[in-house]
């Protein structure tokens, strides 16, 4: 034995690959908009309206995959950062 912990159901995916996977799966069905910085996301009721240096794209479904720069843009969700924990 060398020590550590076992979670029988626990699990672990390297995101980076699982990332790759779900674009490739979504196809034409996702617009991808990397290395923007987004000022601000509001919703009209009807869509997300992201702002991004003066340009605003709305959008019926949104991800936010920023970690904890997510609560900056929706100051109304809760989170709080743990260490070793993926957001």
Known sequence: HHGGHFYPHGGWL?????????????????????????????????????????????TDTLVLANGMDAARLLPEISLQPVRGQLI
Do not use: F, M, N
């Open 14 to 58: 390297y995101l980076p690959s699982l990332a790759r996977a779900l674009l490739a799966e979504a196809g034409q069905r996702i617009h991808l908009h990397l290395g923007s910085r987004v000022d601000a996301i509001t919703h009209d009721g009807v869509h997300w309206c992201v702002e991004t240096r003066g340009t605003i794209l709305k």
